[in-house]
């Protein structure tokens, strides 16, 4: 399994610009959070990684795919106030 860390920029344009788009209707930008993504370890074909969103003291871990439903789960948890 590929253990590298990815960082924000190592990610793909289209989840990039949607991740930017959702912080934006929110008030917020990227670098108000640290984003990393790696290997998703219970992905046996290695396809999948999760992308980890953090924010002072809270993190969220989403399971990333070609779709990019992992930003709509971010939205969902900001529009919670799960970041703030």
């Known amino acids: 399994m590929d253990t590298t860390q990815q960082r924000y920029t190592d990610l793909p344009i289209g989840d990039r610009a949607a991740f930017e788009l959702v912080c934006a209707r929110h008030g917020f930008a990227p670098a108000h959070f640290e984003i990393t993504g790696s290997a998703d370890p219970d992905d046996i074909d290695h ?38």
């Open 47 to 84: 396809h999948r990684r999760l992308v980890t969103v953090r924010r002072g003291g809270w993190a969220q871990s989403y399971r990333a795919d070609e779709a990019g439903y992992w930003v709509r789960q971010f939205e969902t948890d900001l529009t919670c106030r799960f970041f703030k």
